[in-house]
C-alpha cells in the first residue's frame, strides 16, 4: 500500500505571490486570487453573523478568590 503525504504551509498571501514571482509567475495573473489583492474577501455568511448580545461583559473576576 503506497502511504500518502500532506504538506501544508500555512504564509500569508503577500508570501505566496512573492513566492510565485520567484519562480517566474506574473503577480498581476494572480490580481483576483479571492480578492485579497485588494483586501476584500468574500462576503460572511448570514449563518455567521450572531445577534447582539442583550448583556454587557466586565473584566472583573467574580467566581475567583485570591489569598
Known sequence: ???RV???ESK???AYL????EM???RED?????????????DCMPFYQYPEYEFETT????N???T
Not at 18 to 21: A, K, L, R
Not at 36 to 41: G, H, L, N, Q
Not at 59 to 62: C, S
Request: charged share 30%; no cysteine.
Open 64 to 66: 475567583i478568590q485570591l
Open 18 to 21: 512573492s513566492q510565485m514571482e
Open 6 to 8: 500532506v504538506i501544508i
Open 24 to 26: 517566474g509567475e506574473e
Open 1 to 3: 500500500q503506497e502511504e
Open 30 to 42: 494572480y490580481d483576483s486570487l479571492w480578492g485579497y489583492s485588494i483586501s476584500k474577501t468574500e
Open 12 to 14: 500569508s498571501i503577500h
Open 59 to 62: 473584566d472583573e473576576f467574580t
